[in-house]
């Protein structure tokens, strides 16, 4: 039985489900920062996932970082799989902009974390409702 690493869920807003990935939004305002998790038990590593499971990581982690860029207006998205802290396996995809709060160093550590406003969340989710389509499920 897939279960959200404690720190994920303490860190992030939770969005919605693709076909194999649970999508996270990092609750830090100062950047459009989205998890991706694989919804599989006890996976830390990308070739711990079977070939068809690491085919649709791919898939959702290239679709929402182009569907983010496109619709946020990003000058460069970030995506890394680094599970350093949260050993449960993640990819991070984080628009970032050059005018962001840590341009051009990495988003970790930078600022003191401001989290969403009920509005802020909304207006992401509305945004993102318009352009994720298929097998997308919205957290209600």
Not at 38 to 43: D, F, L, V
Not at 77 to 94: E, K, P, S, T, W
Not at 126 to 135: A, I, M, P
Request: with cysteine.
């Amino acid at each position: 039985m897939f279960v959200l690493d404690s720190r994920l869920e303490q860190d992030t807003l939770p969005l919605g489900d693709f076909s194999l990935c649970r999508l996270l939004l990092m609750n830090d305002a100062h950047y459009l920062w989205f998890i991706l998790v694989p919804r599989r038990e006890e996976i830390s590593e990308l070739f711990q996932l079977d070939p068809v499971d690491q085919q649709a990581l791919w898939r959702e982690t290239t679709a929402l970082a182009e569907t983010v860029k496109d619709t946020f207006g990003a000058d460069k998205m970030n995506v890394a799989a680094l599970g350093n802290v949260v050993a449960q396996l993640h990819m991070h995809i984080i628009a970032r902009r050059r005018d962001d709060a840590a341009w051009p160093a990495p988003v970790w550590g930078k600022q003191p974390v401001q989290p969403y406003t009920e509005g802020q969340v909304a207006a992401i989710k509305e945004k993102l409702r318009l352009v994720l389509t298929g097998d997308f499920r919205f957290e209600e």
